[in-house]
């Protein structure tokens, strides 16, 4: 049977170029286009000599493909892709143009004026554990963003099952691909080496994307401060975060950490990508692979609810999760091509 | 006029060495004695060649002396210090040994009895910021562990004036080296490289040490929640902590980040190592002296209370701050041998 | 058909965990039996969560199989091994007990008596570039050192074709998990971090694999110096070696380049695993798989051959090649299991 | 007496603000100019917090001073220093600019046609350890590279002695920080971390340098083989260098290693930054100092001449021996505030 098409617009950066890694060793699907912003004309293995065997020289437009991946910045990937949805294309957006419901939103955190506020609604938000039967039936599928995936799954089941306070802390430690292949002073690599910082302060753009979905899930309005670290590490991100337990729904003392557990094996039961561990979860053991780690627990001096996830920011956190959206919109097996363990040490 | 002699008391940890490293510069004190647990009888350059001109021989049994640090680990160093302190001679201990009041805590979260309890009343904490005249008429100060000192100095002032509630997270991410010099597979190369975890999720021993202070400082028994985190860096300590604002007591919008900014400026303005600045600190430009770098704003969507603060661990965070606890012991200039600039990058 | 049952002899280290790694995703072999020195009776996933997926036991013995890996370390190696070969099994042994053809060679470089000199002449060295055939009718294989494999590789073309002096030097870097899973003060984080060194410049035990194989390979007794490099990250070896060309066998000028170049694409045309770079190569361009990049190249001012390869130590270095090895024993397409992209950046 | 006044141009790049960072500590001179080539009119503390205490503001020119750092990249650093030097100031100039003798091989090496060659007899060049009154007389020194200063040092006593054949390996590995604080692929940290690679095999702008020297130093002409390497740390270098013994100078066997040594250690016993150590040096122990850790040695095997030398490249590799060279001209101590350990771990 001939393997599924798919492009890739954008592939220079760093989810594009995982996307092209992943997808390479996916067994059916064939990469037949992909684009670079500046590179058109190259030969995919020039710039990444890793690719060689791709065989593909990068282009300036995107060919017909049976669906397409957009690796493209906000604002240029909705460009990119509205035409292609118009054509009845399948597309994973992993920008964040079609995360959030609210088209105002793109004015306020983005700056710009979204160019197809229709869209907005049909859009489905590519978190599979969230939204399995909505992905496999949609047309335009938003990744999530990096620092979402690993915290709405971290919170999902404690705001789901309403456990704790909606009034939530969340400290995210990210590796510094994260901040993707453009150059800049903050991860020039003497400066983002040997130091740790806290940035956006004054608020992150994916923090609407992890309000939105956390308001989903419960019934009350979300008062959640999301606090992002730079880490001197390449690939991964660890979310701590901390909340009030709602009184009386779990139990006092260590029997209330055991019936937390539970409520988390219980939610991701069927989950292939998700494991609640034993013991605090370590970026490494996620390296290169699709998982998410999930440690639920209770800090019983004070009674509060602590859970800790993580995630290999391309993978889970972009282009591994864009491909388990593409499984299940191609109604492949969902966990196809991304099998791999993580690399360890 | 004769330098004070100084000991110190196991230099072959990772504060032993950087106590002669600090000390060795210091122009009021000469480095008369170092003891190590295991390499009496070595030269100090032979374990470690960047202390050669130091010129000593580690021994045994620390010798006479006028003032002796300890960097032995708890339990050790409270044996070693008591005869001293008893025989009249100064103490600094860098141990936990002597930090909390409560002589019951050292069960608790050590696991021993202690020695001396009578000792306890009278050992003073050694965060000058927050007890300079005490140290100064001080016998034996314990310096606080390196967690606490950022915690409590980027909470200090907000708890002092009242302005945010006692329900407090604080979420620490630390270089390995505050792991010590001893080996584990946690501090194994490979193992630390390219991973970040939470630990000690069930209780820090630096938890009651920050509970203690926050509660001598504040009016109202505080429920603090403190998560260390493990970072692929060899030094330097990021401590983000969150707390709700009293109603009432900080104007809304960004007239109150102003007026917190100010509260911090007033608190630490004549604070020779604090340094309140206007963007969220890099414990890259604290890398080797003896800063503390705080950065108290807040989060306007929730009104939530933000501090990031950022140290050496080994200088703030351990022999730096040692040093000026034996500088105001002595009546020397609180800054003496400890005016070096971080290096950068 | 049933799949091949394999057994791992040592699971623990870190070739121990990768060979598991790589085995769990090679759709030929069942991985049946694992080992370990200390773990016995743990779940692999206790230990090595990112292998939870194995679902199997460490053992204290290995089970029935049809073919073994040892990662055991040289001399407990050998007597877990010769009982297996003399029953028939066939086995791959990542330590050094069956690389070296002359058994007095054991006494002198690893200070103990070889067991079993007898089947040091069957043992084939297991570097499929140079003994395809004889590993695949081999019964115990023993896989070349991670330092061996990059240098002889790297060096193969020049020394066979006779252009260079059987004078050479040889310069490699290595990452830190070279040094295995064992802790040492050496891969300590806080020591190994921001930290080069040379060590093992009295002769390191690598030097005789690489001499036999070298002086296998040309007719001359070579001289080889030979100063491995601990660099601060966790995998990848570059190997740069040094040599006079011989007069009269390469042209002068870019044309002796192109020349060179040719010879070595020449040499390893019908190679999977090896690729001839037209820029110096990366160790991150094979981190995480089993390629060996090389780059020949002359220095025109000095008529120097120069040549840098890369590879990624537990892979092309350890484990990877042991699986190339095992799939040349089981008439298996040699890249089975083996064809995952680097994992980059 | 008043303080000597000095001037740094171009103090945003990291030798200017390493420079900044040392001499705002030494006591005898005063920075009373700073300037940059694009932050004029910023503090240096907005740009740099760890030099917020300078009280500086960067300046789009040079004011007055009695002795001029440049840190200007190559040729704009002559621009802005024959203005002074026809003036009568002293200068110290951190670029190659006036280094090499040879004004041709700024056309060959560098690209431009050197503005000044009649001051390139008059400039001495700043390796103190080979020009020490030299030094002390000159109106204008070129500060040696980097990757010189640690190769030069290491094989200065051998290449003078006429014990090595004047055919020789360099191959060295250097932090990121070398490559400087302007953006790059090479330097963004996830291209930089974990990873490893050979560069400019073609020929690097620091070789004219260290043959220039070498040759000074012994009778014949050189062949010299260069290759630097980028490691994944911020600072230091290590260097490695080999060469052929010369038959008959040194005796065979433990007791040439040993006369080596002597050779060394009586060839450098003056000298307060150079230090031949017993065992093979780590770039870690000279972290932030001023210091050249040197170890000769001999591979007995082969006979061959080997020798490691560790810098850190920012401070005896750059700023460090600017001011050491300053203190020279000035008539200061040499070590004047240069005296401080490096930092470890």
Redesign the interface.
């Known amino acids: 049977m001939a393997k599924t098409r798919v492009g890739i617009i954008n592939v220079t950066g760093?989810a594009g170029?995982e996307l092209a890694?992943l997808l390479?060793?996916h067994p059916e699907v064939e990469i037949t286009s992909v684009t670079g912003r500046s590179a058109a004309g190259q030969g995919v293995g020039v710039a990444?000599?890793?690719?060689?065997?791709l065989g593909l020289t990068i282009e300036a437009k995107v060919g017909e493909a049976d669906l397409v991946f957009s690796a493209m910045p906000h604002k240029e990937s909705a460009k990119e892709i509205i035409p292609l949805v118009n054509n009845g294309v399948k597309v994973v957006d992993i920008s964040a143009d079609f995360r959030l419901k609210n088209a105002e939103e793109y004015s306020r955190w983005y700056g710009f004026t979204h160019p197809a506020p229709q869209l907005l609604p049909e859009a489905v938000y590519g978190l599979p554990e969230l939204y399995r039967s909505q992905v496999a039936a949609a047309q335009l599928v938003a990744n999530p963003g990096c620092y979402p995936t690993g915290a709405i799954l971290a919170l999902a089941p404690a705001v789901k099952e309403g456990i704790i306070e909606p009034?939530i802390?969340i400290?995210s430690?990210s590796?510094?691909?994260g901040a993707g292949?453009s150059?800049?002073?903050q991860?020039?690599?003497?400066?983002?080496?040997?130091?740790?910082?806290?940035?956006a302060?004054?608020?992150h753009r994916h923090?609407p994307e992890i309000v939105q979905e956390l308001e989903l899930l419960g019934s009350a309005t979300t008062?959640?401060?999301f606090?992002p670290?730079l880490?001197?590490?390449?690939?991964?991100i660890?979310t701590?975060a901390?909340a009030?337990l709602v009184a009386g729904k779990i139990a006092a003392g260590e029997k209330g950490k055991e019936e937390l557990r539970q409520l988390y094996l219980e939610f991701y039961k069927s989950e292939p990508f998700v494991?609640v561990?034993e013991t605090?979860?370590?970026?490494?053991?996620?390296?290169?692979?699709n998982n998410c780690?999930i440690?639920p627990?209770i800090?019983?001096?004070?009674g509060?609810f602590?859970v800790?996830s993580?995630i290999d920011n391309l993978v889970k956190g972009a282009a591994g999760q864009a491909i388990q959206n593409m499984n299940l919109m191609l109604g492949l097996p969902e966990t196809t091509g991304l099998?791999?363990?993580?690399?360890?040490?």
């Open positions: 760093y170029v890694r390479h060793q990444f000599p890793h690719l060689a065997s009034d802390v400290d430690k590796g510094v691909s292949r150059l800049s002073l991860t020039h690599f003497s400066e983002a080496n040997e130091d740790v910082t806290a940035y302060l004054g608020g923090l008062s959640i401060t606090v670290h880490i001197p590490m390449t690939r991964g660890l701590t901390y009030s494991r561990t605090p979860p370590h970026t490494k053991h996620t390296w290169g692979n780690l440690y627990t800090d019983l001096r004070t509060r602590i800790a993580a099998e791999a363990l993580a690399i360890y040490p």
